[in-house]
């Protein structure tokens, strides 16, 4: 039982940083209709700013902040110089997803080889800010830890930022509105181009929020080839489409479920089959449900 | 111009005709027996994986540009297809002509599978399953002894048969099984496209309401796409396995099925024809970087970043400049 809630704690952390990925991608796909897969390295960019930021500061409270702006910039500039010249000449049917999906495959080597260049086999640290000995519950030691409450407090503000600005604010709605519907917005008067950037810039910051998050609760150190970076881009995929890829909310249920099923077959089944059961849950998802949790339903036809 | 590029391509399909493909094929063919004469075993090995890629790609392309379902997961596919093969061999001591067949079989049945779930889902959700499914399957292996483990379970194709005389080496020999597999398969897609499956398949992706007006069974058809696709890249998978030796989930890491989907954009997405082009590209890149690194600077660090900073560029490039590949764009300038 002890085992069980300490396997359920370090899931519902691991899903809560998949769940930021997730939304950093469903933020994209909402804006663009493209399936983001630079944002693996744009997290990666990002967290190496905030390493430098810590490097120099001390601060890790400095450094994340600063990641996110990083984070924010990197996004709209990608947005701004590939994305927006390459919609605007979109191919037929098929290609139309295909084609960007593999020009941010292309950015993402981009991101990486420059990066690699940069530091080569120099690695960058993000130690803890807070201790990550966990907590001690009727004499025995638990996996949640000040550093993980961190983490969870982390990602639940970052949420309840993004609902208020969705739900309460003129961009909020202005996002929603240049997602659901661009030439009417465009026609009543919303510069839907700017929105655009606007969003993928408030992804870039979740996804460097993640990312900064997902090396502190892992290795502490990150690398330009960083295997932890490759699995929170495929996770954060992953739950977004679980999640329905449409929707906030699902981005964040998909996560979580990940992390919390992950964790378990992890703890009680064996570590090879983790990346089988990602598949299998997702496959399983959307058989029973092909747009996803929280996906429109039956789906848009002609 | 969409429709003066539709007639540029009607006119080429009335000047060739099957006896000029199949005489092209010939001269690949003749082009490949004296190239393996006169390069060393290196070069064959290259040889051999640019054959590889060929097939792997032709199903990529296949399946995305003419069936309009995207994959990111071929790697996942060529995996079962190697294990398949060397499985074969291992516990029915089949021949190795067998195991190749046993590989298609296996994969396009395990495609079959797929296919039927993949005819329900669209766009990001097809992406995310068989970016799911190449990330989670290779490594299976690695909880079932059976299958190896992390070191894997070797796949030898053999030595070349004594007739073709003593100074016939390995590599040279795997080059002619693999461009032979290469040319059988090409002539056999090229032929199914433009069969009555082809363009069934044309019409579903072009429009799926019309498509299933004009009486086209559109999950049929997907699921038969889905299934063609898969034992052709179950044949890359084995032919990759032969060219190593050896099977282990380490052969099929997930940059595998993202340089499969690399090639089929620099080959161009819905030209069959530019196949050749993505999978010299993917070899010959990182020879060429590798050689002006060294001649650049001796800086180690270069040499292994160069090659995925080119390849990216031009992907970049690529998708910029000729969106729908490198050949519809010479034809499309070739009439204007």
Redesign the interface.
Known sequence: MFEFINTLLIGITAGSIYSLMAIAIVLV?RSTRV?NFAAGGLALASSFVGAAVLEKTGSFWIALPLAMVAGAVFSAFIEYF?LR??LK?S?????E???????T??????I???L??IY??RVGSLPPPLSDKGFIVSGQSIALSPMRLLILAIVLISMVLLTLIFQRTNLGLSLRASSFAPEISRLSGIRVDLIRTVGWAISGAAGATAGILQTTNGSGSIAPESFEF?LLL?FG??A??IGG?ESLIGAVIGGLTLGIILSIILMYV?G?????????I??LT??LR???IIGAKG?R?? | MELSARKVVAVHKRQITNKHRFIGFALIGLLVYILSNIVDEWRSFQGATIAVYVVAIASVILLTGYSGQISLGHGALLAIGAYSAALAQIYFHAPIWICFAAAVLITALFGAILGAAAARLSGPYLAGTTLALAVGLPSIANQFSILGGEQGISFDAGWPPLSFGESFTQYKWFFWIASLAALISMWWVQNILRSRYGRTWRAVKTNEVAAEIAGINIARSKVLAFTVSAGIAGLAGALLAMTVNNVSPSAFPLVLSFSIATGAVLSGVNTLGGVMIGSVALVAIPEIASSVSDRWSGSENLATLLPEFIVSALLILTVFLAPKGPIEKLRSRHVH
Do not use: Y
Request: proline share 5%; net charge positive.
């Open positions: 796909w399936v590939f010249p390459l000449r191919g037929g049917k098929g290609e997803i295909f084609l960007p999906i593999v020009a495959l292309g950015l993402l080597g981009i990486k080889s420059i690699n260049f080569g086999d490759s495929v995929f992953v977004a489409v890829i064996g090879s089959l983790v990346f089988f059961a990602a598949f299998l997702l496959i959307l058989l092909p747009h996803g789906g036809r002609a």
